[in-house]
Structures are given as C-alpha cells and as structure tokens.
C-alpha cells in the first residue's frame, strides 16, 4: 500500500468495550487529536449524571499502552472524574494505519461537532503528516470550511505548528483573526511575541487589528528596527499602558497614532483639510468630505435638511460663507 | 545575462511541437518531464528557489491592448506576449501577483501565432500598432532561447502602420545588433535610480551596462526608448534619479529618443503580501499609498505630482524633445507635473502615434 493511500474501513460495531487502565493512556494530544480550548465541565457533568453512553476508540501502540482515536475528552473528563479505568473499544495496531485512525477521528467529529480554528489547524497538520498538500487542499480543506488555497493551508499549518498556546487561545477565544495569525506567523518569532502581546492590550475588533499589524510591520521596515524593539520605544509602551483600559476608543486612537506614523504627509492633508473646513463654522447639518486619499479631485458636500425652505436657507448662507472657495486646496496647513 | 533553469515541465499536448524539441534540445542536461496543463506547478523562477521552465500553448490572443483602466490616461500600447514571467526577478515586479502559474513559461505556438498577429495589423494599415513584447517577461531576456526577436525584426521592419518595441533591464543586445534590420524597430530600457537598480532589480543588468547596451544600439543605427517604471520613493530620491539622468547623458545622445515614460509605483494590493514574504529587506512598499481609482495602490497624488514633476523637468532641461509621457496618470496629474495633458487615452496615443511617424516615417 502506497504512501497516503486510504485502507478499506472496518467494522467497528460488533467490538465490544473493555476496561482499559487509565494510566494505560497515553494523554498527550496524538496524531489523532482535534481537540483544543474545550471546556471539559459539561461532559463531566453528562458523565455523572448518565454514565458513558459512547465509548472511546483506541489503538495500542506497541509495548507502550494505548493512544486515543476518538474520544480524546471523553478520556480526560473521566480522568478529572478519578476514574481509575474506562471502559474503551480496542484496536490491534495492525488493524489500522495512523492515516485511518485520523480519518476516523475527523469524521466522526465532523458529524458531531464544530471545529475551532485551531483545531482545524490540528487537522491540517496531522493530515499534512500523510498527505500531499494537493489532496488536503482538494478534499479536505472544503469539509473543515476553508478556502482550498495553498496561502490558507500555509496559516492553518502555521497555526498548529509555530503559534504558542498565548496565540492560538486567543484564536478560540475570537480576540485574534486567523489573518491576523497569518501575518505574525510571517514573522520571526520574538517580533510576533512581541507584537502579539502589544496588540492584546486594546480591544481591536478584527479588522483594526489586521490595521495594526500592518502598520506595525510596515514602521519597522521604514524605519529599520524590529518590532520587538520598535513596540519597546516610549510612544508605543506608553500607548499600551493607556491602552490598558481596553475600551474601544483607545483601540482609535492607536490605530491613528499608527497611521499618523506610517502617512505623515496623508495625516497632515486630512488634519489640514479638517482644519479648513472647521474654521468655516459651518451649521452642523452641512458636511464637506474629501476624496479618499486625495485621490480623486472630486469633493463631497452633504446637507441634511426637513424641507424645502431650510434647504434654501442653506444654500444661501453657504453661499456667503468666506474661505469655501479654498476648500480644496491640498496644502497641509489650515488656511485660515 | 545566463539563464538557468533547474528544471523544464513540458505540458502534454506541446511535447512534439518542434519548438519544444528545439528548446529542450538547446537546454539538452537539464531534467525535463512532461506533465498536464492543470498541474499546479510548485516553485518559481526566483533566486534561492528551484527554477522552473514552462514549455506550453498559449491559448488566447497573443496581441492584446495594453489593460488600462477608466480613471487613468492609458498609452494604447499592444501587449505581444511570447511569454510570461520574467528570469530578473524585480522585487516589486506585478507579475509575481499576476499569474497564478509560477514559473517561466514559453508559448511554444508563439511561431505559427505571428502571422495572425501581423494579419491583424495589416486590416488595419491606417492605423498605428506601437507593440510590446516586454510587458510579461523581459523582451531580451529569453530570446537566446527562443531566438524569436529576429523573426519579429524581420516581421515589423517591413511593415509601414506598426513600431515593434523591446524593453529590457539586460544588456543581452548582440543578437539584436547582428540582425540586418532597423526600421520600425525600438529598443528600449527601463531606468532606475542607482540604488533602487542594485537593491530591488538585483537580477538584471547594472546601470551602466544597461546603458552601455543603450549606446550600441544607438550607434548602431536603433531608435531608443527609455522608461522610468516604477520611479520609487525613497531617502535622497532626488539626487539618486539625477544620478541616473546624468548617466543617460553621458551614454547617449537625445536625438533618436522617440520617448521616454514616467511611472511612479503602483500595484494590486495583493502584491504587498508577496513582495514582504519574497523580498523582506525590499524597500519599494516604503512610501505613502493609497488605493487609487482602478483599485491599484498609488502614492498619493502630491507625492506623485512631485515625483513626476522633478523627472520630468529634469528631461526637459535635457533635450526639449524626449517624448516624455506618463503611464497611467490622471489628467490633473499630467497637468500639474507635466505643465499640460492629452486629456485622454485617445490623446496620448495620438501624441505617441505622432512621435512613431516623425522617427519612422
Ligand atoms: S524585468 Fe520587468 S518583467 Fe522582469 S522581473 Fe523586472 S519588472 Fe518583472
């Protein structure tokens, strides 16, 4: 049988569960495990009040006790429980290949449940282990949910394999994108760290953040210096001490500093351009917007009125108000 | 410059055109096999990777227009495509976002393809074709392998309503300066300034061999082309780009220049992943973008204006008729930069059109 190739599927059924020492076990997460940033109390609640109502699977390995096919929390929560033994369907293991028992495992919790990202990421790359990457790209990344591109099997890799247990709890948890993830695993490892422990200070929402380290990455190169070393100079420690707070407000308020760092000369057109028009006093239903990033020459006026002879006051105070027609004019400075 | 190649796929249905036979045959030792068209191929022509070559067809049309955009005033170029990719490996090269296939690849069908080429050139005899082989690949680049210049020199210097332009960053210009024909011929070099050459252009010629090249050919009777594409933001770019423009003036003279392009850097933004993964010391993202209006990011536009504004009073200071026009620029940008504006794209090909009669006839 070649390398990758898939064995024809046994019947499991007709096995019946014998007792299996839980030292006996071996608990690290195997090639098989998909299971990461669970919440083991309501199984062992279950556990209590119903028993084990499907029992694991698992394979001896050999002289070396039995590693776990499925049913890897089942396991830990009677473990947690002080169940000395659990009562386990066995597998000789001739009787099926590492490849097999992880496929196994995948369907059996692709019918049951929802990965997290990174238990996605654990699949990928135990799969990765036996497979070629064009045949996880092609059938099994559409299972897990994930775009069959090469760059997204390179992340979920990534994931499983360089992120630290930080960064992939804050995967589970939602405060970090798996783009976000993509773009620190591009770094070298002590500027991700550090990045990463900056950026969990605010309380960016998901597109922020991939702002943040984009602007972050791009200052370093700028400017030459690591990140790690970059995020340690005063301005960026003093921001994330008054980021501490974590409200909203200071998530914009860094992502400005950084943008203000990164476009200089953009900062200084829009803060010169709000300048202008607020030192037109203009009532405050009447908007003026500037093309985004000055690209086009085509500026944006907005009125907000109730009827019609409002409207016509508008227009006729806008119309005498002095230093509208310098509106556009690019300077960065504030006109009057 | 040599080209090495690591290994060659062949795609099925190319493996007994003769112009396969004939590369393979001119690459004879290096491992070949044959593989199908929908094989995604691993790997790239890229220095420190394995060098892929791919010999296949070319499905679609050959010559296309160049693919301007509505906001920006386009030059109404003919993209010829012999082949795509590019061996110099640019940092800030489109193509690497470009295709989705990495590896050199060489249109074996390229030969048989031409004469439908030049047949649509001749529906049109009152109309002007300014073509380009150097918009996928670098024009000089592969022809010691495919030996197609030639064919196109002959092709082209016979023809009275169409230019043939091959731009390149190398200095590979002997086969060119062998061949017989001048007529309706335009070599053609991308510029940089010194720094930006030898730091984001590493695997193409220097500088001064570039021009070196530039001078032969000129004295050997060929009508040039230069382009500053992409001109790139960076510390003391002022001085650096005069750097480069008073080397132009010591290696050529002004008066068989039909034109010479001003482009500042722009790219699709899926280019900036590539460039930080694939060349992470490049300097080319430095400067301040924006998206601009056909979602290509730019320098924002006084940056831009700047840019252009300094090269192209510079050239002018240098000889008053260059043919400087800008690639891919707003009408408010040309007018600021360049102190007038063909408006549109139909205007700044009637301008080029104009420069190809005056050189050409
Ligand atoms: S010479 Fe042109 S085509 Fe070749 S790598 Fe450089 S930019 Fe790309």
Redo the contacts between chains.
Sequence with gaps: MEKGEIKKPLDLSTRNPEPVPIDAIDLNPGGCCMSYGFDLEPLKESLRLHGLLNTPLVREKRGRGFGVVSGYRRVLALKALGSPEIPCRILAEREMDDLQALLLNLHENLAARRFNEVEKAMVIARLSMHLAP?EILKTYMPLLGLHSR?SVLEIYRGIENDLDSTMKQALVRGSLSVQAAGMLL?LEKGDRKALFEWLIKFKFNMNQMIQAVDLI??IS??EGVRIARLLKEDEFSALAEEGQGNRPQQARHALSFLRAK?????TR?EQGFRKRVSGLNLPPKVRIQHP??????EYRMEIVFENGSELADMIRFLSSVSGLERICE?GEGGGR | MTLRVDEILVARDALRHPETQRILECLKGTPHRVADIEE?FRGSYDPGEKRLLRLEFHRGAFLKPCPGTR?YICCGYQVLTPAANCPLGCTYCILQAYFNRPGLRIFVNFREALDGVLAVIDNEPDRVFRVGTGEFTDSLALDALTGWNRRLMAAFSRRSNAVIEFKTKTSAVRAMLESPHRRRIIMSWSLNSPSMAAWEERGAAPLRARLEAARACQEAGFVLGFHFDPLVMHPGWREDYMRTLDLLDAYVEPGSIIWVSLGTFRFMPALKEVI??RHPRS?V??G?F????DGKM?Y????RVEMLRFMSEKLKAWDRDLGVYLCMESD?VWQEAMGWTPRTSEGLSRYLDARVRKFFG
């Design positions: 064009r090469p591009e990455i791009d190169s700028i990164r476009f200089p000369r953009l057109m985004p990033g000055f690209e086009s020459t690019e | 995604p906001n930080r993964r300097r993202l430095h301040e924006v998206r601009g209006l730019r924002i536009r006084p940056l408010v």
